[in-house]
Each structure stands twice: as structure tokens, then as C-alpha cells.
């Protein structure tokens, strides 16, 4: 399956969450897309629960179902909780990172400044959006991208960092990756531990 890029409304109202970002339509439309969306919902098994938990975390991150599976593998042989390594590693993702320290306003914008050549690690370019960063490595704005429109919008007032895992320097517009988030310093409303019991049948 390619990489989603419909409209945001319509994953929206199928999880009832904003997974694309802020979205009008929830407000509006307050049911599932499509000519069943104001249908009576029936009850959902337990697989089709796991399966729409994964597809959230997909969604969020922009990950495509090859590339999640490879990931949960990584976060299956390190040591610690499953399904919170798993999120670890989404997180760690350069294209999630660059969104993450505001860089850029959603993580699809953040993607294409990646592939476009914006962004550096340690000084030197990266244009792959999966890249996983290791604790201690910068990422920044490349010096003849730091006027772009995209950036500079995005870091209006932005004086540090809200995340805590993640350092700010507003003057030289580069960021530090400190170290792999807790869980619960992740705000998405994720339920990892079906992932987990997915990928365990």
C-alpha cells in the first residue's frame, strides 16, 4: 500500500481523532466517513480493534506496512516493554523529530523538507525520512534553507522546546535528540498493547 495522501478529514473521522493533524471536520461530522458513516455501528472484534490501533499509529507517523513490520521487529529484540519501544523508535524517526521540534507544522511537511535536502544531521544532509536518530545527534535547518517560508512560519515565537527528550536553540535553528521518550511523555492517544497482541497471534 502507498503512503497516504488523501484528505486528513476523512482518517480523521474514521479513528474520531485528529491523526493528520487539526481537522474541522470532527466538529462538523461527528461519524465515520462514507455512505455508512451515520449507520449503527456494530461492535468490533477484538482483531479488527488491533488491527484499527496499528493503523493509527501508521497513519500518525506516515509509515508504510513494510517498514512498520521491520520496526517492530527492532522494538521486539531490545530490551524493555514491546510496545513502548516500538513508539520509541516511531518517535526517533528524522521526519517525526523535525516535526516534533517545530521545524515544521505537520509531519508530512516535515517529510518533504527531509527529502527536499532542508535538514541536517550532525551537519550533514539526510534526505531519508526514516532515518532513526540515536541520542546525542543534532538536526537542524540547512544555512540556505533557514529563510524558507515553511520554516520560518512554523517557528514563529518558538523560543525551545516542548518536548522533553528534545532541545531547542532557537538562534542557530538546530535541535537535540537527548534521548528516546518516555511513554508517557508521548501525548497521541495510542493503545500500543494491541499492536503488540496483533503481532503476537
Known amino acids: 500500500m502507498a503512503r497516504y495522501t488523501g484528505p486528513k478529514s476523512k482518517i480523521a473521522r474514521r479513528f474520531g481523532e485528529p491523526i493528520l493533524g487539526p481537522s474541522k471536520a470532527l466538529a462538523r461530522k461527528n461519524y465515520g466517513p462514507g455512505q455508512h458513516g451515520k449507520g449503527k455501528r456494530t461492535k468490533q472484534s477484538e482483531y479488527a480493534l488491533q488491527l484499527k490501533e496499528k493503523q493509527k499509529v501508521k497513519y500518525t507517523y506516515g509509515i508504510l506496512e513494510k517498514q512498520f513490520e521491520n520496526l517492530f521487529h527492532k522494538a521486539a529484540v531490545r530490551e524493555g516493554i514491546k510496545g513502548e519501544n516500538l513508539l520509541k523508535l516511531c518517535e526517533a524517526r528524522l521526519d517525526n523529530t ?25 551537519g550533514e544532509i539526510v534526505n531519508i525520512p526514516s532515518y532513526s536518530l540515536k541520542p546525542g545527534q543534532l538536526v537542524g535547518v540547512r544555512e540556505r534553507s533557514k529563510s524558507l517560508e515553511v520554516v520560518t512560519n512554523s517557528l514563529v515565537g518558538k523560543t525551545g522546546s516542548r518536548f522533553s527528550w528534545l532541545e531547542w536553540e532557537t538562534s542557530t535553528m538546530t535541535g537535540k535528540f537527548l534521548s528516546y521518550p518516555e511513554r508517557t511523555d508521548i501525548p497521541e492517544n495510542f493503545n500500543e498493547q494491541a499492536i503488540v497482541e496483533l503481532y503476537s497471534k
Open 98 to 122: 523535525v516535526y516534533r521540534l517545530g521545524i515544521a507544522p505537520t509531519r508530512r511537511a516535515a517529510r518533504q523538507l527531509v527529502i527536499h535536502k532542508h535538514i541536517v544531521v550532525d
